[in-house]
Structure formats: structure tokens, C-alpha cells
């Protein structure tokens, strides 16, 4: 059974910083991994999506990062601002689809 | 375009009701989802469909039924047949194109089980 860890939990940074947040699976066999944004009480909006055959992909300051030998994906937000605050999730998609918990991030102006 | 549309976004039952929650898509997706998602859990497929009339049982099937029409495949309901407190959550359709294609969320139903 696919298991979907994101670590930290919660993450609390000052505007302007560069920050990583991880995602890690148990099983490699996947057909690609999709990062979500959440606002409270608001549906999930796709951030990027990385294909199994790919190593990252970049939209504006987000760039997203795929280990499937290692079982690990990242997301690196740079200059981060108060608007990215947010819970960020992952999925992976194999022959269903698993979430992560999520991290919840707080950018202090 | 709408995106993907749910109905309703609140409800409250009582233990024993039964309940159907509506998901719309006008993307012309063959894929479409229904998850729930409890705190601290993160989100759990409930069950999908990979065109019309088609369905599979997802992680948590259990107290659920789901049915996508043939002359309505852009809509896929989820049905609660005797709701119970359990089943108090946030639940999310979503659709795709395909399995490996992003998927694209509705803004979900908050529903109480009293």
C-alpha cells in the first residue's frame, strides 16, 4: 500500500525566504506526482504536476523536484511572500491516488 | 468554462438520512473522483470512474455508492444511503483527462452527520 509522508508538518517563514518543502512515497512504480495548494475552507488548486518520466518542473517562483528511485519529491518556493501562506499538498498517482497530510506554511510580512 | 461545479456546498443530516451530493465538470474529462478529507488525514479517494457508466471503489468505499450516467457522463453523484457521524467531512470531486493527466477540484461539500 502507497504511502505518502510530507514533512514539515507545519513551517513558519519570513517574507523573502527560500524554502523547501518535502514529499516521500513508499513505492516507486508511479505514474507521475501532482503538488496542490489549499486556502482554508477553499478546494485544491494544482501547482505543478511531474510526470514519472520526469525530474522537475518550474512555473514562476515554484519549482518541483522528482526522486522516484529514492521514493522523494520536493517543492522550492523562492522569495516567498505572505499570499503563498497556504496548506501545500502532494499526490501520487499510481494505480490510485494518494495524498500526503499536507504542509501548512505561514509567510510573516 | 466552469471548471468542475459541486452541489451543495453545506448540508447537515441526521444519523440515518440518506443524501446525494452532485459533481459537474464541462471539460469533457473521462476521469472523475470523489474524496473526502478529515483533518489530519489528508484526502482519501472514495470512489472513481473512468467514463460513463463506469465505477470503481477507491481507499475508503465503505457507506457510499457513486453513479455516473450514460447521457449525463459529465455529471458523477455520490450517494450516502444511511449517513452516520463518521461520514462528517469535507468531500471533493475532482476530474481528468486521464489517469496521468492533472486533476482539476471542485470547492467542495461540507456535510455534518448529526
Not at chain 1, 523547501?20 to 513508499?26: A, E, G, K
Not at chain 2, 465503505?62 to 463518521?86: I, T, W
Request: one cysteine or more; proline letters at 4%; glycine letters at 8%.
Amino acid at each position: 500500500k502507497q504511502e505518502v509522508t510530507q514533512i514539515p508538518a507545519a513551517l513558519s517563514v519570513p517574507e523573502g525566504e527560500n524554502l523547501v518543502l518535502n514529499c516521500s512515497f513508499t513505492d516507486s512504480a508511479i505514474y507521475n506526482l501532482q503538488w496542490f495548494r489549499q486556502d482554508p475552507g477553499k478546494g485544491l488548486t494544482s501547482l505543478l504536476l511531474i510526470q514519472s518520466s520526469q525530474r522537475e518542473q518550474t512555473s514562476g517562483r515554484l519549482n518541483a523536484s522528482l526522486d522516484k528511485s529514492s521514493g522523494r519529491s520536493t517543492l522550492y518556493i523562492a522569495a516567498s511572500q505572505p499570499g503563498d501562506s497556504a496548506t501545500y499538498l502532494c499526490a501520487v498517482i499510481a494505480y490510485d491516488m494518494r495524498f500526503g497530510a499536507g504542509t501548512r506554511l505561514t509567510v510573516k510580512p | 468554462n466552469a471548471g468542475v461545479t459541486q452541489t451543495p456546498k453545506f448540508r447537515v443530516l441526521k444519523t440515518g438520512q440518506s443524501m446525494t451530493l452532485l459533481c459537474a465538470q464541462d471539460m469533457n474529462h473521462e476521469y472523475m473522483y470523489w474524496y473526502r478529507q478529515d483533518p489530519g488525514m489528508g484526502l482519501r479517494l472514495i470512489h472513481y470512474s473512468v467514463g460513463e457508466g463506469t465505477t470503481a471503489k477507491g481507499e475508503v468505499p465503505d457507506g457510499y455508492n457513486v453513479s455516473r450516467l450514460k447521457k449525463k457522463k459529465q455529471n458523477f453523484l455520490l450517494g450516502l444511503e444511511s449517513a452516520a457521524p463518521s461520514q462528517t467531512s469535507v468531500y471533493f470531486c475532482a476530474s481528468s483527462y486521464n489517469r496521468v493527466y492533472e486533476q482539476y477540484f471542485g470547492p467542495g461539500t461540507r456535510l455534518t452527520v448529526t
